[in-house]
């Protein structure tokens, strides 16, 4: 069974240009999460889809970051525009009820 | 909110010796613990976990323990290897909150060999 996929696995950009990230969750699991992680810290929730539906956002920039997961399938995260601050490993995990399973994640640098 | 906390954050222990690493929850709805093993450039993998309805949970080398009273659960890695060596995050979710999963900091481990 293949895993999360996730592109690009390692993007630099300089500071105010956008930048998207792309997810493919593990066949046949409704729920999708993007958890961001800063260096020497765990993962922290942006946002968690149950399907198509985004359940919780709470944690998410939404002045500048947006997601979507049209067809309940795939997702792509992005942000616009990049600050310093948002470098970090973006990471996409998937799963089914609680329990969840992680893609290789993508590092960005901001330059 | 959930609040999880994880000690300790660094530990080096001999090959072959055994490792402990401890984590406390705040939120007593809290229903659902998940261990996740993180080396170096690489993905979180969830190791073992374990539900508020029993109290360990083994797996060959790995164990969980959960104190539902004190709120607190810790990993217990015996006979330990290099190839043990990695980041750990505890983590925990409860149905009150829709099931989000918050991590602890996370413990480096390091096996001596």
């Known amino acids: 069974e293949a895993g999360v996929v996730q592109s690009p696995r390692y993007k630099i950009i300089e500071k105010k240009q956008p930048v998207a990230f792309w997810c493919n969750p593990i066949s046949g699991h409704n729920t999708l999460y993007w958890y961001r992680q800063n260096l020497g810290q765990g993962p922290e929730l942006l946002i968690r889809y149950e399907n198509e539906e985004a359940v919780d956002d709470s944690q998410l920039p939404k002045d500048r970051f947006s997601a979507e997961r049209l067809k309940g399938v795939d997702s792509t995260l992005k942000i616009q525009p990049a600050e310093l601050g948002d470098s970090a490993v973006y990471l996409c995990?998937?799963?089914?009820?609680?329990?969840?399973?992680f893609g290789p994640g993508t590092r960005l640098t901001v330059l | 909110g959930e609040n999880v906390e994880q000690h300790p954050s660094t530990l080096s222990v001999q090959e072959g010796d055994s490792a402990v690493i401890k984590c406390t929850y705040s939120?007593?709805?809290?229903?659902?613990f998940p261990w996740y093993k993180q080396e170096l450039g690489k993905r979180p993998q969830l190791i073992i976990d374990i539900r508020s309805n029993v109290g360990e949970k083994k797996d060959q080398r790995i164990a969980v323990t959960l104190n539902k009273t004190a709120k607190h659960f810790s990993l217990h890695i015996t006979e330990t290897q290099p190839e043990d060596s990695a980041v750990y995050f505890c983590?925990?979710?409860?149905?009150?909150?829709?099931?989000?999963?918050?991590f602890g900091p996370g413990t480096s481990l390091s096996v001596i060999p």
């Open positions: 995990a998937s799963g089914v009820a609680d329990t969840q399973y």
């Open positions: 983590a925990a979710s409860s149905k009150t909150s829709y099931d989000k999963v918050i």
């Open positions: 939120d007593s709805a809290s229903n659902y």
